[in-house]
Structures are given as structure tokens and as C-alpha cells.
């Protein structure tokens, strides 16, 4: 239990039992870890630099309105983690996703899409017809599951080290890029098994804070920077208000709700699959029997039809 958390009088035993595992630090693949950290703007500079290879970087960033509407009021809207403009322009989309969704990549895309055609309600631009001329969007999606639905081995599969997607749009025939308005980056936390002491750029620092923060007790010196030393000033438990401890321990439980209904359906579809593969191979061995059945009817017959020709009974 981290001792620096005080318990009020008459708090329930279920709060109690969440708070007696709770680490130093916040986990920041909780809804509240992660806009508690990333929703200030000298970390989100920081980790955006990291990942998006923005010429002369970005220097200055809003915080948008996360919800965006549909062009008429049956369309769906889209509800984002965070949304940044850049002093550029540029919109970028900054998403935690804790849990495999069906489906992920296709919304990917349709959050990009909301972002896209945003940029025409205004519909003119100094007082000149619009001319279709776009910001360029960026999705930085942070994923604590495999895109791969086939990489279940999560051992092997952080050994690979190919923790980092980055896509646009490109021209198959030539590979050169047919547009640089639209950017997509996927980090695969599972795919990123490096050890601290392995870690080398700034990148590399921040998957492993983001992966890693709640199991730490303290600052470790490879990450000893001025932009992670405040992260983990505002990321320590023992430094929140009670409101906010409250807050963050209901969005861990419902994130280890999720996580174990997930493990729950996992264990009943490993257990469906192994009665499907036992009825599977007991239908196959009662084909088996029955054709092995059928074939010694079958000689049977051939023997009775020669033997009664030779007595000459037919």
C-alpha cells in the first residue's frame, strides 16, 4: 500500500482493498492518468516532438474542443481523448487506447475523416471561396494491446522491437507520398520490452514512462529531465487532493473491470475452443469407425455376390 495516502473514516472496504495494491505513481493507461499528464501543454510538446517528425518542430499547441459533430444532427460524432491545433495549423489527434476494439483501425480513420471535413465549416477564408486547401491531420495512438490479432505471445513479440507504425499516404507504384496531410502513428506498448538501461532516445523514454510509471517508487536517473521530473511530481498519489484520489481509483476500477470481463471472455472462448476441438476429433473418430464399417459391409458383399456366382446361385 502507498502509506502516503491517508484513509478517511467510514471509507468503504472496496475502496479500501483498490487502495491497499495502489502504486506511488498513476497509471497512465486510465482515462485520468493519461489527460492528468498529457493535458498539460509543456508535456504534450514534449512527447509530440518525440514521435512526429514535423519540420522546425512544434513550438506552440492548444488544447481543442474533444467532441466534434457530424455535418447534420443523424450523423455520428466523435468523442477524442485529447485534440491539439499547432501554431501552424495542424490538428492532431492524441488517443490511449487500454483494450483491443474492433474494428480500431477503421475508427482510426473516421476520427481523421471528422477532423478533415471540420476544416470546411467555415466554408471561406478571407472572404475567398474556399479552396479545398487542408491542415494536415495527425493520429498518435497510444495502444496497449497487438494490432496483430495473431500476436498472442507477448514475450516474443516485444523482442521484435517494431513498437512504432508510422503511415501515409503512399504511392505503390513509386513509394513516394502521394500527401502529407494526413499522418497516422501507432505505438504498441506490448511490442516494447526494453530494459531501462536499454533505453537510448527520447522516444524510447516516454514509451517506457507511459508503459512502466505505476510500477516505479521513485525517479529513475535515465529519466531525470526537467519534463519527466514534473511528470513525476504530478503523477505521485500522495500529491493529489482527495477528490482527485477518488477520481483516479474509480478510473482504475473501471479499467480493471474491463480488463477482467476481457479476461473472462478470453478463458470462455479458450474453453469453447477446446470442447469444439474435442467434439471435433470425437466426430471425426465416429466417421472414421462409421466408414471403417461401411467398407467391411461393402467387402462383405463383394465376397457374398463371388461366393454365390461360384455355387451358381445367381
Same mark, same amino acid.
Given at each position: 500500500?502507498?502509506?502516503?495516502?491517508?484513509?478517511?473514516?467510514?471509507?468503504?472496504?472496496?475502496?479500501?482493498?483498490?487502495?491497499?495494491?495502489?502504486?506511488?505513481?498513476?497509471?497512465?493507461?486510465? +482515462?485520468?492518468?493519461?489527460?492528468?499528464?498529457?493535458?498539460?501543454? #509543456?508535456?504534450?510538446?514534449?512527447?509530440?516532438?518525440? @514521435?512526429? +517528425?514535423?519540420?522546425?518542430?512544434?513550438?506552440?499547441?492548444?488544447?481543442?474542443?474533444?467532441? *466534434?459533430?457530424?455535418?447534420?444532427?443523424?450523423? %455520428?460524432?466523435?468523442?477524442?481523448? $485529447?485534440?491539439?491545433?499547432?501554431?501552424?495549423?495542424? %490538428?492532431?489527434? @492524441? #488517443?490511449?487506447?487500454?483494450?483491443?476494439?474492433? &474494428?480500431?483501425?477503421?475508427?482510426?480513420?473516421?476520427?481523421?475523416?471528422?477532423?478533415?471535413?471540420?476544416?470546411? @465549416?467555415?466554408?471561406?477564408?478571407? +472572404?475567398?471561396?474556399?479552396?479545398?486547401?487542408?491542415?494536415?491531420?495527425?493520429? /498518435?495512438?497510444? $495502444?496497449?494491446?497487438?494490432?496483430?490479432?495473431? +500476436?498472442?505471445?507477448?514475450?516474443?513479440?516485444?523482442?521484435?522491437?517494431?513498437?512504432?507504425?508510422?503511415?501515409?499516404?503512399?504511392?505503390?507504384?513509386?513509394?513516394?507520398?502521394?500527401?502529407?496531410?494526413? &499522418?497516422? !502513428?501507432?505505438?504498441?506498448?506490448?511490442?516494447?520490452?526494453?530494459?531501462?538501461?536499454? /533505453?537510448?532516445?527520447?522516444?524510447?523514454?516516454?514509451?517506457?514512462?507511459?508503459? &512502466?510509471?505505476?510500477?516505479?517508487?521513485?525517479?529513475?536517473?535515465? $529519466?531525470?529531465? #526537467? /519534463?519527466?521530473?514534473?511528470?513525476?511530481?504530478?503523477?505521485?498519489?500522495?500529491?493529489?487532493?482527495?477528490?482527485? @484520489?477518488?477520481?483516479?481509483?474509480?478510473?482504475?476500477?473501471?479499467?480493471?473491470? !474491463?480488463?477482467?470481463?476481457?479476461?473472462?471472455?478470453?478463458?470462455?472462448?479458450?474453453?469453447?475452443? !477446446?470442447?469444439?476441438?474435442?467434439?471435433?476429433?470425437?466426430?471425426?473418430?465416429?466417421?472414421?469407425? *462409421?466408414?471403417?464399417? !461401411?467398407?467391411?459391409?461393402?467387402?462383405?458383399?463383394?465376397?457374398?455376390?463371388?461366393?454365390?456366382?461360384?455355387?451358381?446361385?445367381?
Amino acid at each position: 500500500m502507498n502509506d502516503d495516502i491517508k484513509l478517511d473514516a467510514g471509507v468503504s472496504e472496496a475502496v479500501k482493498a483498490i487502495i491497499e495494491d495502489i502504486s506511488v505513481y498513476i497509471n497512465l493507461l486510465t +482515462d485520468f492518468g493519461f489527460k492528468r499528464v498529457f493535458g498539460i501543454k #509543456e508535456v504534450m510538446l514534449n512527447f509530440l516532438n518525440s @514521435v512526429l +517528425d514535423i519540420e522546425g518542430g512544434i513550438t506552440d499547441l492548444t488544447y481543442t474542443n474533444t467532441e *466534434i459533430l457530424g455535418l447534420t444532427k443523424e450523423d %455520428r460524432k466523435a468523442i477524442y481523448d $485529447l485534440i491539439c491545433t499547432t501554431g501552424k495549423g495542424e %490538428r492532431i489527434i @492524441v #488517443e490511449i487506447q487500454t483494450f483491443r476494439q474492433q &474494428h480500431f483501425k477503421d475508427r482510426i480513420l473516421f476520427y481523421i475523416a471528422m477532423l478533415i471535413q471540420e476544416q470546411n @465549416v467555415k466554408g471561406k477564408v478571407e +472572404d475567398k471561396e474556399w479552396n479545398f486547401m487542408l491542415y494536415p491531420v495527425y493520429s /498518435v495512438n497510444i $495502444l496497449n494491446f497487438n494490432l496483430k490479432e495473431d +500476436d498472442k505471445n507477448a514475450k516474443t513479440v516485444a523482442k521484435t522491437g517494431k513498437y512504432l507504425s508510422y503511415v501515409q499516404l503512399i504511392d505503390k507504384l513509386n513509394q513516394e507520398v502521394f500527401s502529407d496531410k494526413l &499522418h497516422i !502513428v501507432c505505438i504498441e506498448l506490448k511490442r516494447f520490452g526494453k530494459e531501462l538501461e536499454d /533505453v537510448k532516445t527520447v522516444l524510447e523514454q516516454w514509451v517506457y514512462l507511459i508503459k &512502466h510509471l505505476h510500477e516505479l517508487e521513485n525517479i529513475p536517473e535515465e $529519466l531525470k529531465s #526537467e /519534463v519527466f521530473e514534473k511528470i513525476f511530481e504530478i503523477a505521485k498519489i500522495a500529491k493529489m487532493s482527495k477528490d482527485e @484520489v477518488y477520481t483516479y481509483l474509480k478510473s482504475l476500477n473501471e479499467m480493471n473491470l !474491463v480488463q477482467n470481463e476481457i479476461i473472462s471472455r478470453d478463458k470462455m472462448i479458450e474453453a469453447k475452443d !477446446v470442447v469444439i476441438k474435442k467434439l471435433s476429433a470425437e466426430r471425426d473418430n465416429a466417421i472414421s469407425v *462409421i466408414s471403417l464399417q !461401411v467398407n467391411t459391409i461393402a467387402a462383405m458383399e463383394r465376397e457374398n455376390t463371388e461366393l454365390r456366382r461360384r455355387l451358381g446361385l445367381t
